[in-house]
């Protein structure tokens, strides 16, 4: 139980960092010292066990269902549906009624994320930061090309749910940070508070699809390339800094710097706190 009552506590902080655009989940996996386990249990899913239950062959299909981690997933994922929950009202209500000094909070978070990413990794070879100079381009090329952008559609809905999940195992940028990217988090983030069945539904299926297929190929990528995936997912955090900044800068008051700075002081105290736990 004391396990459990960890990795619930866990899962807690993933929850909470994926609905704060800047702060990982998977970066809080790692710093926890759960992201391997994650990554492998993830990668493990898959539906092997539907073949034998449709043949009536129950025994072999329990044998396919006990491969999946539980033990990881169970006080894992209510951690992060707790999180969620409780935190979507907040976000809602800061982004309606203090969106310059929110976003400025969201700047502080996303620099103070990369620059303990980039720390942390170290390695500062010529490959390395020609990888983060390029990150940091297409970043900033996303949030000012007019073209990128997703309605609100079903079909959309399960688009971002795809990639927001891709985001929130990778180790450097927040799965809310993208639907920010895209220009979708307060519609998500509405759908969490008035319950849209369809809108959660669909969002969900995304996300399921995505960590089926996108937690193989992490795998493979952070076994065979973790420091260039690192300096490039870093480099997009540093390049797509402009979308929050559009956001206050002309807004500029004592209260956005404030807010700003308690950004990059939480990213410091979150990282220091999970090794804690």
């Not at 391997?36 to 043949?55: M, Q, V």
């Not at 620099?111 to 390395?128: E, F, M, P, T, W």
Request: aromatic share 14%.
């Amino acid at each position: 139980m004391k396990d459990y009552l960890k990795t619930f506590i866990k899962g807690i902080c993933m929850g909470a960092a994926d609905i704060i655009p800047g702060i990982s989940g998977g970066t809080i996996a790692l710093i926890t010292g759960i992201y391997e386990r994650l990554i492998k249990g993830l990668a493990a899913i898959n539906l092997n066990f539907l073949k034998p239950l449709l043949h009536g062959n129950f025994s072999h299909s329990y044998d396919e269902i006990k491969k999946i981690d539980f033990a990881l997933f169970i006080p894992l994922g209510l951690g992060i549906i707790l999180a969620i929950l409780l935190m979507a009202n907040l976000m809602d209500y800061l982004l309606t009624n203090f969106e310059p000094i929110t976003y400025a909070f969201f700047f502080g978070l996303i620099l103070g994320s990369a620059i303990l990413i980039l720390k942390d990794i170290r390695n500062y070879k010529v490959n390395n930061i020609l990888i983060l100079l390029i990150g940091s381009l297409i970043g900033f090329i996303l949030t000012i090309a007019n073209t990128i952008s997703f309605s609100n559609s079903l079909y959309s809905v399960f688009a971002l749910g795809f990639i927001a999940i891709c985001a929130m195992i990778l180790p450097g940028i927040s799965g809310s940070f993208i639907l920010v990217l895209f220009g979708k988090y307060k519609f998500i983030i509405n759908s969490l508070i008035h319950f849209d069945f369809w809108v959660i539904s669909v969002f969900g299926l995304g996300a399921l699809f995505g960590i089926i297929i996108f937690s193989r190929l992490l795998k493979i990528l952070l076994s065979k390339f973790k420091v260039q995936t690192l300096y490039f997912l870093v480099g997009l955090m540093f390049g797509a800094l402009n979308l929050p900044l559009n956001k206050f800068k002309d807004h500029a008051s004592i209260s956005v710097f404030i807010f700003l700075a308690i950004g990059l002081i939480i990213t410091i105290f979150l990282k220091k706190l999970s090794k804690d736990i």
